[in-house]
């Protein structure tokens, strides 16, 4: 009977945005020059995501976190960009994939944290553009 409560308390806090969990991708045979982690959090219905690194090898980050997405049964996300030093093609074309499967299933993705130099970059890019782009996590999550 206690297992069973405390299953049941450890899914209700789930629920209630209390999990949290870091992926670490890194590149081919075992490189540690390109590494890219990801901080995840779950918040009700929305997945936040933090990027930290870089990678330009191993699973794209849009595969990456669209199986977060689906693991976690929702299609709403904030990706926090604070850590992340410069925005370039690479980064800003798997953004742009992972926007067309977001709201080709219905849901939201929303960019927070851009410095004012990636955030032009982000702009000014033909692919990503349409992304939108907040301050901060609480005016992402408000639109």
Known sequence: MMDNRATAMEERA??????????????????????????????????FVRIEGDERHGRPLSETVWGML?????????????????????????????????????????????SDENLSRLRASPVAAHVPHFKCRTDAVRG
């Open 14 to 47: 789930a629920w209630q945005g209390a999990a949290r969990g870091t992926m670490t991708a890194q590149g081919n045979a075992g490189k540690r020059a390109a590494e890219r982690c990801l901080t995840v959090e779950r918040g009700p219905d929305w997945l």
């Open 70 to 114: 689906r693991e976690n049964l929702t299609n709403r996300i904030v990706l926090e960009m604070d850590s992340v030093a410069s925005v370039d093609e690479h980064l800003l074309s798997e953004i742009s994939s992972l926007g067309r499967r977001i709201q080709a299933d219905g849901g939201l993705i929303r960019i927070c944290g851009l």
